[in-house]
């Protein structure tokens, strides 16, 4: 309570303008106190108008009022300063840079509270009381605190604008309706501030629309993209399996063809070495044989000899004669084996190749219609102007460099490292990025529209041609309708009806560059997808002495 005190006599002893203890207080005819020297820098500040009013009630006084020192204010005060009332605010309450300062406020400024709309003044707690007590401020319209007051007032008259020109689209005073703007539609300010009220719920309603919209999409594509994860990981999971089923088959089929190998390998040893075995013996036999015969041979008793011999076992009949194949034993199967290994490479080739094609390609693409008509392509018109910094010397520019003819003689042109050197060739000023569309009337035999980085190459004959070089997509235009577009030295016919007046639109960011002939319909000429990676630039390249082209 005692604080609330406090507060209320420092209150009612304070300067409403620089809001400390009064200091030679004076008093207005309206009742108001004030500084002496607070309200003198009020007043001298609408000396202008030679109109004075009261910073609190507003009430006006002309001729400005010579106001004397209330002594018996000045000796309240003076016993308030003694008792050790001070009315200074604290720090946090004044306006710093980024705030709204109370225009009342001299001196170090507090912050303001509200601005008013019909006084186009900010006030801070202190100065905006009057606006909450008096009657006389009702029907002033309070905002929160704004910089931008001064935006209010007209300009040529001085005056508050509250009425709205919808001829010019623009805020205007009373003055102002009754001199320039009169005949104009004009409206208050209020109703075409409902007006626009209602043009902004449409658009809000129309971007909150897009918004739900566009989170609807988002839901979508978190969707795909979930069931891309999910496909994928099944893919992977199942031809996992597949794989592992094939590899094991394999490992399989090559086990069993190392047993039937293995197994081959002692059946043929075995019969090899019983053929082995029955030669042994049948070399035993006939070598028993042989020394039989050798010791009848030695013997010396004729009779003897004569006598055996009949005795003698015929021979045994011989084994036929053994022919060993070349060592080639198991080459057929390696062959075989290596026969079905490349079988199965390429087997595995074509199937991944048919897999690489199967795998998809996820196309969500948000729509970017293009325009159709030659209507729609003027909304992306853009000014192309000419580069003379980089026209080959008898290519002449005029109608503001928008114009180009090939002449036979040389121009007095500056020597610049941008200007082509042999090619007849001219690039424009500007580069073209996002959405753009120009038209070329050409005149005299064949011509080149193109479209260029600006590094492009400037000098050689072959190179710096446009279309010969990676930086630039050449249109060519030949007499009797014939049309061929070129790029990095490859070319391609584009069919169409003659025209002596092309349009070129370019779609930056999706990589389109498109070619018409202007006409109702328009006539696609021929069409570019790729990547551009930087501005480009208009270009324009000659073919005969005299002929000329022009932009617009």
Not at 292 to 307: I, M
Not at 496 to 516: Q, T
Request: with cysteine.
């Amino acid at each position: 309570m005692a604080q609330k005190r406090v507060r209320l006599v420092r209150e009612t002893f304070s300067c409403s303008i620089c809001l400390d203890l009064l200091k030679d207080p004076v008093t207005t005819f309206c009742g108001h106190s004030y500084c002496m020297d607070c309200i003198k820098a009020y007043w001298d500040g609408e000396d202008e108008k030679q109109i004075y009013s009261c910073p609190q009630c507003r009430k006006t006084f002309t001729p400005r009022p010579v106001l004397m020192k209330n002594t018996m204010l000045a000796d309240l005060v003076e016993q308030l300063k003694k008792t050790g009332l001070q009315a200074a605010p604290a720090d946090h309450c004044y306006a710093g840079a980024e705030d709204v300062a109370c225009d009342v406020c001299t001196g170090r400024k507090l912050k303001a509270l509200k601005s008013c709309l019909v006084c186009l003044v900010s006030y801070c707690d202190q100065h905006l009381q009057p606006h909450y007590n008096s009657s006389a401020f009702e029907k002033h319209k309070l905002v929160e605190p704004s910089k931008n007051l001064k935006e209010n007032i007209c300009s040529h008259h001085d005056e508050v604008m509250k009425i709205f020109c919808r001829t010019d689209q623009q805020l205007i005073c009373y003055l102002c309706s009754v001199d320039e703007h009169k005949g104009h539609d004009t409206v208050s300010a209020a109703a075409e501030r409902t007006e626009r009220q209602k043009e902004l719920e449409g658009s809000r309603q129309n971007i909150q629309q897009r918004i739900q919209d566009r989170e609807k999409d988002v839901m979508l594509l978190q969707q795909e993209v979930e069931a891309i994860n999910r496909s994928a990981d099944k893919v992977e999971k199942d031809s996992r399996h597949i794989f592992y089923v094939l590899i094991c088959r394999l490992e399989y089929k090559s086990l069993a063809l190392d047993q039937h190998v293995r197994f081959q390998q002692e059946t043929e040893v075995r019969r090899v070495k019983e053929l082995q075995e029955k030669l042994k013996q049948e070399i035993t036999e006939l070598e028993r044989e042989d020394a039989e015969l050798k010791k009848l041979s030695h013997t010396e008793d004729h009779n003897q000899l004569l006598h055996n011999y009949p005795s003698l076992s015929p021979l045994s009949e011989s084994t036929p004669s053994i022919n060993i194949r070349p060592l080639s034993y198991f080459e057929d199967v390696i062959k075989a084996v290596a026969e079905a290994h490349v079988k199965l490479i390429d087997v595995l080739n074509d199937t991944w190749a048919k897999l690489s094609m199967t795998v998809p390609t996820v196309d969500v693409l948000l729509p970017n219609p293009q325009p159709k008509t030659r209507a729609e392509l003027l909304k992306y018109s853009r000014k192309i102007t000419l580069d003379p910094n980089s026209a080959w010397p008898v290519v002449v520019l005029s109608e503001g460099n928008r114009k180009a003819t090939l002449l036979q003689e040389s121009q007095p042109y500056s020597s610049h490292p941008g200007r082509y050197d042999v090619m007849p060739q001219v690039l424009g000023r500007e580069g073209l990025t996002g959405k753009c569309y120009w038209e070329v009337e050409h005149k005299g035999g064949s011509m080149c529209l193109a479209v260029a980085y600006k590094d492009v190459i400037r000098s050689g004959r072959k190179l710096s041609a446009f279309g010969w070089n990676v930086k630039s997509w050449a249109f060519y235009s030949y007499e009797g309708g014939k049309y061929i577009y070129f790029h990095n030295r490859r070319d391609a016919d584009a069919p169409g009806p003659e025209s002596s007046r092309v349009g070129v639109y370019l779609d930056h960011s999706a990589g389109l560059l498109s070619f018409y002939s202007v006409s109702e319909p328009m006539t696609v000429l021929y069409r570019v997808q790729t990547t551009f990676t930087q501005p480009l630039y208009a270009g324009v390249r000659f073919y005969g002495y005299r002929s000329t082209v022009e932009f617009s």
